[in-house]
């Protein structure tokens, strides 16, 4: 089982960052994928879900509006569309399959909204 972020890196206050989550080993279209974040110092946070077929997703309030979950079954792969990127962004975002008897993580990707 593999879920491997990549997308991140550095970007200034205002701009955009898509994260790829991609999925091998499981059955990943049976299974809810979440995006969490964490920053020095603080708790793993839930930034983003979307259930297994796509059909629903929801968000934390601080990145509504801002963020975007999508995935493409086809491609076994989850997204993370981040658009007006904020200082209070940064962190290492991590992928998560979240299934009824079994649960993966990935590595986890570095964002750094800095100017």
């Known amino acids: 089982v593999q879920l491997v972020e990549s997308g991140g890196g550095l970007v200034q206050p205002g701009g955009s960052l898509r994260l790829s989550c991609a999925a091998s080993g499981f059955t990943f279209s049976r299974y809810v994928m979440k995006w969490y974040r964490q920053a020095p110092g603080k708790e793993r946070e839930l930034v983003a879900a979307i259930t297994s077929a796509g059909g629903s997703t929801n968000y934390a309030d601080s990145v509504k509006g801002r963020f975007t979950i999508s995935r493409d079954n086809a491609k076994n792969t989850v997204y993370l569309q981040m658009n007006s990127l904020k200082p209070e962004d940064t962190a290492v975002y991590y992928c998560?399959?979240?299934?009824?008897?079994?649960?993966?993580w990935g590595q986890g990707t570095q964002v750094t909204v800095s100017s």
């Open positions: 998560h399959a979240d299934g009824v008897r079994s649960d993966y």
